[in-house]
């Protein structure tokens, strides 16, 4: 009897839920509000909850090793489905509900095989685009975690691999509550089942060192799984916090020795320096406050160095004391011919740092390094390498750090003066009319296409810093005019995809003012706009993104607060505007959040001019 009601519920029981029928709600009831309780629940819901604390409490369930099995048997049902995400939070809402209503008889009985069904649902199973869906999910299984986990049955690497499944973006950020109840419970654990604070850190070390030497005996062309340094992240940030009498710097010394003499130990690979860069990184990127993005929190650390975050004090220290080198070492290895289409996803790691490094020191002591950097990077694009897909990856590579180059000198004007008129002229002379070198065999880089978008992306970032800082008109010995540098980003606009739109964008929003006297280029370039942020409009990747750059260009400031002398133009013109504004106010009935975008805009520029409100 207690078999056929087991495979009832774990197997027919489940199926019968991945209904998401069964769980429609009004429009009213907010999706973040429909998971905080039980008394927003739909009735099955509820139900189900009441099912689960009976079954916790039933006798046939009393027994350790049984009620393991159910729970075994349970997400291999659930594993065995193809689940939509709202049926799928209510089931494990109602699951952990013998929790809240009995904490404290709750057994740790999830032992290896349940915590490898566990990274399985979280990494392979969860699969929405919805965040608040997906972290709800990660939420209420990092609860059911912290109660019924065996760490006696189960390895400390083990329990790091299946806490690293959880995002931080989503779930288990440092300083939230579930951090702070985890790290809680990470230290009982570790004292109870893994030797204490001794073998943790003997752990810490050991993972460190073996992640740096990846490379030291392997093919230089080899890549490496970038899930592990984030794994290991993960790691040191809970073990930090769990024992706040170990040192990270210490912990992190290999790494502080490997950054500070790079560049005088030439036998180090180059892809183990990468690795040590790309571990910084990401320490300092997840060790920042969850209420902060990454800008607002860099801001914070140059200004007030947040005394009491001896973690984050930890991170920036190393950056501090080793930034000489990691911009000299960015800036060989870059430009080096030795740098191959698999080191292309490491120039966001090398951006990251980069923006990193100029937000912790004073621009001054910045200054030679940036300009070395921005140099070396137009000096290499513009010489002929050895073969075809050396120079392709070459022009990628100088080109993105360039970009991102601009983006830490823009609003600097002591990094910008020494550079801005060298990059002024390379953008106009070379980059503006520079297209991705295709090598004859372009099937060799894998996934050519990637390679262009973010090849425009940053071309594009360059040409809209240098757009933004030097006027065109004050340039017009080398550069185009604003015209055609227009219908270059309209004929880009609609070539390009996902996040290569924006430096277009933001380009055509610093052009606009200048093609107002021609109006029937200026509604060709709306309707372009227009047309780009419809066909992104189910894209989720980058929608917002995309809109936050449309906005600007479609209700310019401009168009709202000048005056057009033709008649028939500006009639046309508050035609159009009213269009677009009834449109954005359909789709704000929905698309939540669509709407505001607009109407911050529009009040960012009502506010100085009230009068505007009335036309």
């Keep these: ?27 009213e009831c907010a999706t973040v509000a429909g998971i905080r309780g039980a008394e927003v629940l739909p009735s099955i819901a509820k139900k189900l909850a009441l099912f689960f604390v009976a079954c916790d409490s039933s006798v046939h369930l009393q027994s350790f090793e049984t009620k393991r099995k159910f729970h075994q048997a349970l997400f291999g049902g659930i594993l065995q489905e193809n689940w939509s995400t709202p049926p799928l939070v209510y089931l494990l809402q109602a699951f952990s509900a013998p929790i809240d209503a009995s904490p404290t008889r709750v057994q740790p009985i999830w032992n290896q095989a349940i915590v490898v069904q566990l990274k399985d649902l979280l990494t392979s199973a969860l699969r929405t685009q919805h965040v608040f869906l997906r972290g709800a999910v990660e939420c209420i299984l990092l609860k059911a975690t912290s109660y019924y986990l065996d760490t006696k049955a189960v390895s400390i690497q083990q329990l790091f691999l299946l806490l690293s499944c959880f995002k931080s973006t989503e779930s288990l950020h440092r300083g939230t509550h579930l951090w702070k109840h985890l790290v809680g419970n990470l230290r009982h654990w570790v004292d109870e089942s893994y030797g204490g604070q001794q073998q943790v850190e003997k752990l810490c070390r050991s993972s460190i060192s073996s992640l740096l030497n990846t490379f030291r005996d392997e093919d230089p062309k080899t890549s490496y799984d970038r899930s592990d340094v984030h794994r290991l992240s993960k790691m040191l940030l809970l073990v930090a916090d769990a024992f706040e009498e170990l040192d990270l710097g210490l912990l992190l010394q290999p790494v502080r020795e490997m950054l500070s003499t790079a560049c005088v130990r030439a036998y180090l690979p180059a892809k183990s320096i990468d690795l040590a860069l790309e571990l910084l990184s990401c320490l300092y990127s997840e060790a920042q406050s969850p209420c902060k993005t990454g800008q607002e929190a860099s801001d914070e650390i140059t200004k007030a160095f947040v005394p009491g975050d001896v973690v984050l004090l930890s991170i920036a220290s190393i950056f501090q004391h080793t930034y000489s080198n990691i911009v000299a070492m960015i800036s060989g290895r870059v430009t080096s011919e030795e740098f191959l289409v698999t080191d292309v996803p490491i120039l966001g790691v090398y951006a990251s740092c980069l923006h990193v490094i100029c937000n912790l020191l004073p621009a001054g002591t910045l200054q030679p390094h940036v300009e070395l950097l921005v140099n070396s990077c137009i000096r290499c694009s513009t010489v002929q390498c050895t073969s075809d897909e050396v120079s392709c990856v070459l022009q990628l ?17 002591e990094l910008l ?41 940053s071309k594009w970032t360059c040409i809209s810093f240098v757009v933004k800082q030097s006027p065109v008109a004050s340039a017009a010995h080398f550069s185009p005019l604003p015209t055609c540098i227009m219908d270059r980003c309209v004929d880009h606009l609609a070539a390009a995809s996902g996040m290569a739109l924006i430096p277009i964008l933001n380009t055509m929003q610093s052009l606009l003012p200048s093609i107002m006297a021609t109006p029937e280029k200026l509604f060709e370039v709306l309707a372009c706009v227009w047309h780009s942020l419809l066909e992104r409009w189910h894209d989720h990747t980058c929608f917002w993104s995309v809109l936050r750059a449309c906005v600007p260009v479609i209700f310019h400031r401009c168009l709202l607060t000048e005056d057009i002398v033709d008649t028939d133009a500006k009639t046309v013109l508050e035609k159009t505007l009213r269009t677009y504004a009834d449109n954005f106010l359909e789709s704000g009935n929905t698309r939540t959040g669509v709407l505001n975008v607009i109407v911050q805009h529009c009040f960012n520029i009502w506010k100085e001019n009230p009068r505007l409100v009335l036309k």
């Design 417 to 457: 003066k020494p550079v801005a008129r060298t990059l002024e002229k390379f953008v106009w002379q070379h980059l503006y009319d520079a297209e991705l070198y295709k090598p004859s065999d372009s099937k060799r880089l894998g996934e050519w296409g990637k390679l262009v978008s973010q090849y425009i992306e």
């Design 397 to 413: 590579s100088c080109t993105a750090m360039l970009a991102s180059a601009c983006g830490v000198i823009r609003n600097d004007p």
């Design 1 to 27: 009897m207690l078999h056929g009601g087991l495979k009832f519920v774990c197997c027919d029981l489940i199926h019968a839920l991945n209904e998401p029928s069964l769980y429609a709600r009004s429009e």
